[in-house]
């Protein structure tokens, strides 16, 4: 009954998260929706989505991630709910899935590579590089944000989308920094125009 409840609630979630009648943003066909709620490393299961510190992202909270395909490349939604009210938190688009351990899931998805890792060149590590969904909660705890991009994953390159402690830094040498890895959504993102 109670997985029965879930179910129903995590199904308004996905509608919340995907507008009828074409209403996306930057409009397009939906490609990927993936949508969870956190659950503790000790209870982590990998089609779930994992919190590292449950206080700043409580088991209660939820996570819907979505991919569109449009005209102009491909469009990623991030909607939480349930973190902490009022808090500004960093988010990026990774390149491996989620694990027990904060660093599984690897370093950002970049559309062109630095060749030098950890990557903290802005030239590089820029919100049009990579996938950055930064948000700032509500008093409810609850955000949404969306990215727009002229260019399409590659394959088996984006795994997933960690949530970090704070926005993140855009300067030189340490760009692309977001503090630590609060939680982890794994998402089988779409790699393909077609
Ligand atoms: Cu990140």
Redesign the pocket.
């Known amino acids: 009954m109670a997985a029965g409840i879930l179910v129903g609630a995590a199904a308004l979630l996905v509608a919340a998260a995907v507008p009828a009648h074409g209403g996306t943003p930057g409009g397009g066909d939906l490609v990927v929706g993936k949508e969870s709620r956190f659950a503790p490393v000790s209870k982590f299961a990998p089609s779930e989505a994992v919190t590292y510190d449950t206080k700043k992202v409580p088991v209660t909270a939820r996570i819907v991630v979505a991919q569109w395909r449009n005209d102009h490349g491909m469009t990623i939604r991030l909607k939480v709910k349930g973190l902490q009210p009022h808090r500004t938190y960093?988010?990026?688009?990774?390149t491996k899935p989620c694990g027990t351990k904060p660093d599984d899931?690897g370093p950002?998805y970049q559309n062109r590579v630095d060749p030098k890792q950890p990557s903290v060149d802005p030239k590089y590590a820029n919100p049009h590089n990579e996938v950055w969904l930064d948000f700032t909660t509500d008093a409810d705890g609850d955000a949404s944000v969306s990215s727009k991009h002229h260019w399409w994953f590659r394959a088996g390159e984006a795994r997933s989308v960690?949530i970090?402690d704070h926005k993140?830094h855009t300067g030189a040498g340490h760009a692309?920094m977001?503090g630590d890895?609060l939680g982890c959504l794994t998402v089988p993102f779409k790699h393909a125009a077609r």
């Open positions: 960093g988010s990026h688009v990774h899931s950002h960690v970090h993140t692309g977001a890895r």
